[in-house]
Structures are given as C-alpha cells and as structure tokens.
C-alpha cells in the first residue's frame, strides 16, 4: 500500500510493513526496488546457496528413521530454513519467523478482520520491525554474509533501499520463502 493511496488514513502496523514491499510498487517506484533487491541476487550469493540446501537436506533426511510424513519433514520446514540462511537469520528463531510468515500471508492474504487476528498481526509487525530495523543496522556496520547483509549493502547510482524497504522486502522474502 503505497503512501500515495493512505494519506491521512489511519494505518495498521501490518499495512505499514506491507507498504513498502515492490509487490506493491508499480512504474518507477517498482523498477527502483526490485533493481535494488536484484544487486543483493548476484550469481556469487545464489551459487553459496546450493550447499546450504544440501546442508539443509542433509539435517532434514539425517532425522527421523522409519515412516515419516514426507510434507511435515521436509517439504514443509526445508523452505523456510532455506530462505532464514539465506538471509542469514538464525534457525534458533524458525518458530519466531514461521509465525511472522504467517501473519504476513493472513494480512495479505485479507484473512478475517477479527480484532483479535488484527491485533496478533500488528503485534507481529511491530515485533518483526524491531528485529530486522536492528538487524539491518548491524549488517550495515558490519557486513555478514548472507541475502540481508546483501540487500544492506545493495547500491544502484547512490541510492540504497531505505530501512523500511528493507524491512519490508526482506519480510517479503521471507513469507514467500
């Protein structure tokens, strides 16, 4: 939801997460972002990610023995670990980040208005902000590797994404991963 379209409006915590993700973005503004977002995906950082995935895989496939719900496994958990090192998170917090994408898919996807439902996704914007706004600092000083650290950094004629661009496409990433 662009600033352009909620002028004066009072706006939720999630709408504000939401607003400056390049889904949102048409033109000009869309181009910018998702050039931006591009600088961070240079085929370097994609190609450090295929050993992860079998690192990954390797952990997923190493647990349980016997039957097993393929879905519950591996299909379901390897996704979300795959995008949380790439961004560089940490999987300590994979409970944490699941039920941020959660909220983020709710709030997109315009699931119910319930207040109660509203009032968790705000909770969890807010949350979410805090974190990545601190994360993003840290990885502007000090440059890790990883997706986040990457889209910190990422440059295109002097401009840079602002912190609640990255907030948001990160939280983007994140929630599509």
């Known amino acids: 939801v662009p600033d352009s379209q909620v002028q004066g409006a009072q706006v939720s915590d999630g709408l504000k997460l939401l607003r400056h993700m390049m889904l949102w973005h048409n033109g000009a503004s869309h181009t910018r972002l998702r050039g931006l977002v591009q600088k961070a995906f240079t085929p370097k950082v994609v190609e450090e990610q295929r050993e992860l995935v079998r690192e990954l895989l390797r952990d997923l496939l190493a647990g349980p023995s016997g039957e097993v719900d393929i879905v519950a496994t591996l299909a379901h958990p390897l996704p979300a670990r795959v995008i949380m090192k790439m961004l560089g998170l940490k999987g300590a917090d994979e409970e944490k980040f699941l039920r941020w994408s959660q909220s983020v898919a709710e709030l997109i996807g315009g699931a119910g208005q ?64």
């Open 114 to 177: 319930s207040p109660e439902l509203l009032a968790r996704i705000d909770a969890d914007a807010r949350e979410m902000r805090g974190f990545f706004r601190d994360l993003a600092d840290e990885l502007r000083l000090n440059p890790q590797p990883g997706l986040l650290s990457a889209l910190a950094a990422a440059e295109d004629d002097g401009q840079h994404l602002s912190g609640d661009e990255l907030l948001s496409n990160a939280v983007l990433l994140l929630t599509a991963g």
